[in-house]
Nanobody
Framework: QVQLVESGGGLVQAGGSLRLSCAAS????????MGWFRQAPGKEREFVGN????????IALESVKGRFTISRDNAKNTVYLQMNNLKPEDTAVYYC???????????WGQGTQVTVSS
């Protein structure tokens, strides 16, 4: 069974940085596309971006381009979301996800709260 556990969330002031980590287990991590989503209270879930098995990353969310990056360490079965120059509108629960040979993300972590104060 695939398990994803996020960490690294917390409270940060605007302009600050956080790095979220997602530790994966129960599958061949290096084969999976790993993604990040976020959901703010009262808003729809947003796709932040992903990174494929080869390490090519994509930031899909326009509002975070140039500030967020995704990376992975296959030796540690971990994917990261580096968030710089954080803004109050980045406040959300951030979710790590994984998919293998599918279009939709099959596996989800429990989420980690990120709160950015102004």
């Amino acid at each position: 069974q695939v398990q994803l556990v996020e960490s690294g969330g917390g409270l940060v002031q605007a302009g600050g940085s956080l790095r979220l980590s997602c530790a994966a287990s129960g599958h061949t991590f290096s084969n999976y596309v790993m993604g990040w989503f976020r959901q703010a209270p009262g808003k729809e879930r947003e796709f932040v971006g992903n990174i494929n098995a080869g390490g090519t990353s994509l930031i899909a969310l326009e509002s975070v381009k140039g500030r967020f990056t995704i990376s992975r360490d296959n030796a540690k079965n971990t994917v990261y979301l580096q968030m710089n120059n954080l803004k109050p509108e980045d406040t959300a629960v951030y979710y790590c996800t994984a998919r293998f040979r599918t279009i939709t993300y099959q596996h989800w972590g429990q989420g980690t709260q990120v709160t950015v104060s102004s």
